[in-house]
């Protein structure tokens, strides 16, 4: 499987945006998909995830701000963030075969999202 990530950039707090990752090669539909994060100094971590149907779970950190999508008809993910925050800034993967917050498929490359204060 192929995922490649789009969108990042540099903003400042409380600003939005949006990232995309287009999927190819033998992709298992059921498989929940999400968005990973690493921020500098920091372990990777699952920030949300979407399953097959559409069930979607997020970390505390960012419930209310971020909200995953996908579209399986043209294989892609979103990532829509308002409200950035510093604590934000981090080079955001996406990434298949999410499983109780581990990503158990393959990693994409990432794009980084840098929020200014």
């Known amino acids: 499987v192929q995922l490649q990530a789009s969108g990042g950039g540099l903003v400042q707090a409380g600003e939005s945006l949006r990232l995309s990752c287009v999927t190819s090669?033998?992709?298992?539909?059921?498989?929940?998909m999400g968005w990973a994060r690493q921020a500098p100094g920091k372990r990777r971590e699952v920030v949300a995830s979407?399953?097959?149907?559409?069930?979607?779970t997020y970390i505390d950190s960012v419930k209310g701000r971020f909200t995953i999508s996908r579209n399986n008809a043209v294989n892609t993910m979103y990532l829509q963030m308002n409200n950035l925050k510093p604590e934000d800034t981090a080079v955001y993967f996406c990434v298949d075969g999410v499983i109780a917050g581990r990503v158990l498929g393959d990693w994409g490359q990432g794009t980084l999202v840098t929020v200014s204060s």
């Open positions: 979407i399953t097959d149907t559409g069930s979607t």
């Open positions: 090669g033998n992709m298992k539909p059921r498989n929940a």
